[in-house]
Structures are given as structure tokens and as C-alpha cells.
């Protein structure tokens, strides 16, 4: 079972570098001014989007490949893992918001700054910072 959490977690940071970077790259893409670089930031956000796609799967999967290896009643009995667990659905839904704006910038039909997509780019530290404090103080 420690060789499916190990690779949870490499799947995980996987997942986590690209929701960090993405964002960024779309800060530099509504600042651009020019054409060339706007399709360059566009090809970047298109490759990096399909590429972490399949980590995020993959955390998934082992998560809860993890998550079967506990009785039913164990997983009731762990709040911290519930409230983890419920965690992953908003950065699920991130990631797919993710998707949704590199498909607007493509179409130019940008309605955000640069400014609102440093505060986007936040977002998932705020769970990660969560998600670490709960699997390790497991606080109830």
C-alpha cells in the first residue's frame, strides 16, 4: 500500500506544478500586447493543460485505490480524510475552469486581468495548504 501512496502523492505534485504554472502563463497572456506571443502563450497553455490532465486522473485514481483499502466505517470515522477528500472536488473543478479559460483566450474572449488571474493562481495553494495541515496534524 505505500508504493500506491507513494505514487498518489508524485502524481499529486505532478498535478500541483502544472495548476501552479498554468495560471501564471494566463497572467502573462492578458498582459500581451502582440500577436506572436499570444500564440506562443497559447500553444504553452494548450500543452501544459493536456499534459498534467492525465496526473490529475492518475491522483485520482490512486486516491482512491487508497481509499478502498480502508473499511467503510474507518473512512466515516476519519473526518480530516473526509474533508480532504471533499477538497478535491473544488480543485477538480479548477482544473476544469482552467480548461475553460485557455479555450476563451484561444477565441480572444478574454473577460479577466492580469491582476485577476494572479488572485486565480492562489486558489489551489489555499487547498493544498488545507490538504497538508489535515493529512498530517489529522486533527479529528
Known amino acids: 500500500m505505500l ?20 495560471p501564471r502563463l494566463y497572467v502573462h497572456h492578458a498582459m500581451s500586447k502582440d500577436q506572436a506571443t499570444r500564440e506562443r502563450l497559447e500553444i504553452m497553455e494548450r ?15 490512486f486516491g482512491l485505490w487508497l481509499a478502498a483499502f480502508y473499511e467503510w466505517e474507518a473512512i466515516l470515522s476519519m473526518g480530516w480524510l ?18 475553460k479559460l485557455m479555450i476563451q483566450f484561444r ?3 478574454n473577460p ?24 498530517v496534524l489529522k486533527p479529528f
Open 3 to 22: 508504493w500506491v501512496k507513494a505514487f498518489h502523492i508524485i502524481f499529486l505534485v505532478s498535478w500541483y506544478a502544472g495548476l501552479f504554472y498554468l
Open 47 to 61: 500543452k501544459l493543460f493536456w499534459f498534467i490532465t492525465p496526473w490529475a486522473i492518475l491522483t485520482l485514481v
Open 82 to 99: 473526509q474533508l480532504k477528500v471533499a477538497l478535491v472536488i473544488p480543485l477538480v473543478i479548477f482544473h476544469i475552469w482552467c480548461g
Open 107 to 109: 477565441g480572444s474572449d
Open 112 to 135: 479577466h486581468s492580469h491582476v485577476w488571474f494572479r488572485w486565480f493562481n492562489e486558489f489551489p495553494l489555499l487547498i493544498l495548504v488545507v490538504v497538508v495541515l489535515l493529512v
